[in-house]
């Protein structure tokens, strides 16, 4: 009996990138944590003041 195994996942470009960089670093989930937290999540702090420029110039538009 055949084994039915799920398709292969079509990947971008750049999944397949990172993916050889994370291997070429010997990247790990928990670092990526790690760093995170270093970080102080500061991309979402940067997403929330991009918002607000967004949000201001929308209302200051003539």
Do not use: C, F, V
């Amino acid at each position: 009996m055949k084994k039915i195994s799920p398709k292969p996942k079509n990947t971008s470009p750049l999944s397949r990138i990172m993916e050889k960089g994370h291997n070429k670093t010997g990247y790990k989930t928990t670092s990526g944590k790690l760093l995170m937290q270093l970080s102080e999540n500061d991309h979402k702090r940067i997403a929330q003041l991009i918002s607000l420029w967004l949000s201001k110039s929308e209302t200051h538009r003539p």
